[in-house]
Nanobody
């Protein structure tokens, strides 16, 4: 299993970013995928999840209405569109998968929201 996140960066409050996760090494279209994040000095926080076929999506209250998760099973990619970003969204964002009783995540991508 390999998960490679990209798309992070420095953005001003109110700005937008789109994160991407490229997945390989497993049958991507069969698995529920998630994004989690870790802010400085804090634990992992679940952000959003999407069903294997993209039919259902779920969001943490803290991001609901601002973030949108999607996936492209033909490209083995899961995306996180982040709008109206706030300083408290600053964190390392990870693509996350649970398969066969094991958890997998990538190296993460840093998102910094600051003026």
């Amino acid at each position: 299993v390999q998960l490679v996140e990209s798309g992070g960066g420095l953005v001003q409050p109110g700005g937008s970013l789109r994160l991407s996760c490229a997945a390989s090494g497993f049958t991507f279209s069969r698995y529920y995928m998630s994004w989690v994040r870790q802010a400085p000095g804090k634990g992992l926080e679940w952000v959003s999840s999407i069903y294997s076929d993209g039919s259902n999506t779920y969001y943490a209250d803290s991001v609901k209405g601002r973030f949108t998760i999607s996936r492209d099973n033909a490209k083995n990619t899961v995306l996180l569109q982040m709008n109206s970003l706030k300083p408290e969204d600053t964190a390392v964002y990870y693509c996350f998968l649970t398969a066969a009783g094991r958890n997998y995540w990538g190296q993460g991508t840093q998102v910094t929201v600051s003026s």
